[in-house]
């Protein structure tokens, strides 16, 4: 069976910095696109960023361009989204997705979902 399962999360202040991690399971890493969305409460769960299967190519939510960097070790099947200058707009549940092959923005096209890790961004 297919796991994907998000670490990293918790409380920060405004300003500073938390990476997440999303380690799969149960699929061949490498020929998956990897994603990250989010989903505040109250609203739908948005795009945030994308990782070809190769890590050669990448995409991001205007919301996140400069701050955020998503990145992927096929080693150990090990998606990450480093989250700099930190936003208490930021603050979400932070969901891992993986989409065979094509990288794709949108979020029913994925394939499989981890169950979220809270992000909570002080002001």
């Known amino acids: 069976q297919v796991q994907l399962v998000e670490s990293g999360g918790g409380l920060v202040q405004a300003g500073g910095s938390l990476r997440l991690s999303c380690v799969a399971s149960?699929?061949?890493?490498?020929?998956?696109?990897m994603g990250w969305f989010r989903q505040a409460p109250g609203k739908e769960r948005e795009f945030v960023t994308a990782?070809?299967?190769?890590?050669?190519?990448?995409y991001y939510a205007d919301s996140v361009k400069g701050r955020f960097t998503i990145s992927r070790d096929n080693a150990k099947n090990t998606v990450y989204l480093q989250m700099n200058s930190l936003k208490p707009e930021d603050t979400a549940g932070y969901y891992c997705a993986a989409r065979r092959l094509q990288l794709r923005l949108e979020r029913d096209s994925y394939d499989y979902w981890g169950r979220g890790i809270q992000v909570t961004v002080s002001s």
């Open positions: 149960g699929l061949t890493f490498s020929s998956y696109a």
């Open positions: 990782i070809n299967w190769l890590g050669s190519s990448t």
